[in-house]
């Protein structure tokens, strides 16, 4: 189980990596606008991103 753990952690961060090598100008508004959301806001693009990976996690295994 570790050795699946370990692989998906670092298939992650090639996938976060793309957009900031390709697109470095646009990666930095993003980020930059990304201070100007709200915490509730935030918390749920997250909730939402977890329970849409999970539910993909799910379907694929």
Same mark, same amino acid.
């Given at each position: 189980?570790? =050795?699946?753990? $370990? !692989?998906?952690?670092? /298939?992650? #961060?090639?996938? =976060?990596? +793309? +957009? &900031?090598?390709? *697109? &470095? @100008?646009?990666?930095? !508004? /993003?980020? %930059?606008? /990304?201070?100007?959301?709200?915490? %509730? @806001?935030?918390?749920?693009? $997250?909730?939402? %991103?977890? #329970? #849409? $990976?999970? $539910? #993909?996690? *799910?379907?694929?295994?």
């Amino acid at each position: 189980m570790w =050795e699946e753990l $370990g !692989k998906a952690f670092c /298939l992650m #961060l090639v996938f =976060e990596g +793309i +957009i &900031p090598f390709l *697109y &470095p @100008q646009r990666w930095r !508004k /993003l980020v %930059s606008s /990304l201070a100007l959301v709200n915490d %509730s @806001q935030l918390r749920t693009m $997250g909730l939402l %991103s977890m #329970l #849409l $990976g999970a $539910g #993909l996690l *799910y379907l694929v295994h």
